[in-house]
């Protein structure tokens, strides 16, 4: 039995603890969902298993872009770009309503970090090492152009402009999709699962002691091969390793605000200079425009990592130098997160300077661990580590693992027939109206489930036949699908992961969190303590997304 339904956690728990794997995977962010996809695919029993939520790490909290790797041109990171760029079309192909392309807009003002020579021969050289299509090659705008683009501009240091295209993306449904594709084709995957100890034989670790965060059980998971792809607490899970004694890690806090795009009326996305030579994004995105990023050595706490006012007012400062007459205050911010980078350690280089790459290391107990990379190159690097694992086997029992073919898996979301997107969208808006939806209901549905859309028109329709509720019907409908196909256990699973309310749309987390608080607890029958646990913590996620408790 393999599914992703939180209403069979007992079943899963009951294989996943008594199984026999050849791989266990430890984090179920994107690095974990990558691996076990492509290790999957090639035919490895795979268990894989999240201490918290899917993407509640690191891939929940990125600029949810899929990237083409501008920024690392500047650090002369030709590799990266090549494949990052390539990596952005594949997950394109596969995964089309979790990669949409976005235009952005690169002013460039006087003494900023881009010059106009950069911008002339840079872009050639991007675009022809990340393989940039034809339609989405960069144009270079003179200064009124680029006012046209974006009136809202700065005037006065402003020399002319690029528009070039990045792809937006959601992090934690491409997390979920890619983890979602993963278990239908065989993984065994478990959230709120944590590896706590490795289990050695013969000097080789055999499998892991694990503890279920929600009964506190504890359970052994055998497998052959481990890894770790646990991201910022790669170090701390090497620790249990008996002969590491190195960490690989410099942790740095990259924080985003979220404020009402009436407050900040941008006619598109902007990629702008800041005073102390970073890059800056702005990004509209329902209604809603998100600003970041910071980057900042951290030490603190992994689980929980905070915006501080200090953040808020490093972003705030470097939108309202570029973006004059629209000045924004700390009571504009609706909603904000922080996310840690887990980049490999280079020691004496600033944060901004540290390489994005990935790296893989191994040790002769047969653990591998993976850190540092990109959301955008997950699918790469997967690729790389389950080669590792090929090279293991072959030596241990002789026989090869077939190639990886991730490249022409369409994700879960992504098993689109038509020839493009735009058309896929028009006949499936048009089969849910045909079903009785609202035309607003449908594109909704279609534009966030993909090829999904019509497991979601189903559960619509059956409300609409059995239930009147006062939660609308797209909240609720949206919240069975979580959990019956993407193991949504928590509230805060909903309103953060699986829907991205509590960032986009704060405003209907407060006004529904009760209803839904009490609806999941009509599915999933929480214990008394388990629902205060769970009320208590979306309070808190509530308040550490605001500013000052706002
Ligand atoms: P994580 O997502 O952190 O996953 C690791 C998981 O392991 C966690 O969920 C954790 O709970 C789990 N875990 C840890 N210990 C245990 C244990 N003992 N047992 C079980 N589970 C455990 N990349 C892009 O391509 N585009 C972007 O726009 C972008 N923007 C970014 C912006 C910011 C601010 C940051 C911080 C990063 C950004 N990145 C971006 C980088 C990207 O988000 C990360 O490289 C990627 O998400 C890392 O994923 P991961 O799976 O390795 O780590």
């Known amino acids: 039995m393999n599914s992703f339904s939180a209403k069979n956690r007992a079943a899963i728990i009951q294989q996943i603890t008594t199984s026999q794997f050849d791989l266990l995977i430890i984090g179920g962010g994107i690095t974990g969902a990558g691996i076990a996809l492509d290790a999957t695919a090639r035919g490895l029993k795979v268990a894989l298993i ?20 501008l920024r690392y041109l500047k650090q002369f990171e030709f590799r990266l770009v090549a494949e990052v760029g390539k990596e952005r079309k594949i ?25 106009k020579f950069f911008a002339w021969i840079g872009m050639f050289i991007y675009e022809w090492l990340a393989g940039v299509k034809k339609a989405e090659r960069h144009k270079i705008l003179s200064k009124e ?30 997390t979920l999709e890619v983890m979602k594709e993963a278990v239908s084709r065989g993984a065994t995957v ?38 770790n792809a646990s991201g910022p607490w790669v170090d701390e899970l090497d620790d249990l390793e008996k002969n590491n004694h190195t960490h690989k890690l410099q942790i740095t806090k990259g924080v985003h605000i979220v404020i009402d795009q009436k407050k900040l009326p941008v006619k598109q996305s902007v990629y702008f200079d800041t005073n102390d030579k970073r890059m800056i994004f702005v990004i509209p995105r329902e209604g809603k425009i998100y600003i970041g990023t910071t980057d900042t050595f951290y030490n603190g706490n992994l689980e929980n990592p905070k915006v501080t006012v200090e953040d808020q007012n490093y972003l705030l400062n470097c939108i309202n130098h570029f973006f004059p007459a629209n000045k924004l205050y700390l009571d504009d911010i609706e909603s904000s997160w922080a996310g840690l980078r887990p ?16 790296e893989i290391f191994t040790y002769s107990s047969g653990l591998i661990t993976i850190a540092g990379g990109k959301l955008t190159g997950y699918r790469k690097m997967a690729q790389r580590v389950v080669n590792k694992i090929g090279e293991r086997i072959r030596h241990d029992e002789k026989t090869n693992l077939p190639n990886s073919n991730t490249d022409a898996i369409q994700l879960s979301g992504g098993k689109i027939t038509e020839a493009s997107f ?14 009785g939806l609202s035309k607003e209901i449908a594109e909704a549905v279609v534009m966030r489930f993909g090829s999904n859309a019509d497991e979601v028109y189903k559960i619509i329709e059956h409300l609409n036949k059995t239930e009147n509720h006062e939660l609308p019907v797209l909240l609720r409908a949206q919240l069975i699908y979580a959990i ?14 699986r829907s991205g309310l509590l960032y986009f749309d704060i405003a209907t987390v407060k006004r529904w969190k009760t209803s839904v608080i009490s609806y999941m607890q009509g599915i999933l029958l929480y214990q008394p303590e388990i629902l205060e646990r769970y009320s208590k913590e979306l309070n808190r996620a509530i308040d550490d997304c605001s500013v000052n408790g706002k």
């Open 91 to 115: 997950i394109h192909r596969n995964a089309p309503h979790l990669a949409r392309p976005e235009k952005m807009l690169l002013p460039i003002v006087r003494h900023g970090s881009i010059s």
């Open 422 to 435: 735009s058309e896929f969208v028009k006949n499936k808006i048009s089969d849910g109206i045909n079903s």
């Open 484 to 497: 019956e196909h993407e193991m949504c256990i928590t509230p805060s699973d909903f309103f953060i992961r």
């Open 343 to 358: 980049l490999i350690n280079k020691p004496g280089k600033g944060p901004s300077e540290i390489s994005r790459r990935d």
């Open 50 to 69: 999240e201490m918290q939520d899917f993407a509640s790490g690191t891939s929940g909290r990125s600029t949810k872009l899929i990237h083409g790797g």
């Open 190 to 227: 478990i959230n709120y699962f944590k590896a706590t100890e490795f289990i050695y034989q013969n000097e080789k670790i055999s499998g892991a002691k694990t503890e279920d965060q929600i009964t506190g059980e504890k359970h052994d998971i055998k497998a052959k091969y481990i890894i």
């Open 145 to 174: 152009e680029t006012l046209l683009a974006e009136p809202l501009l700065q005037k006065d240091n402003l020399l002319g402009g690029v528009l070039f295209y990045e792809y937006r993306t959601d992090d934690a449904r491409l």
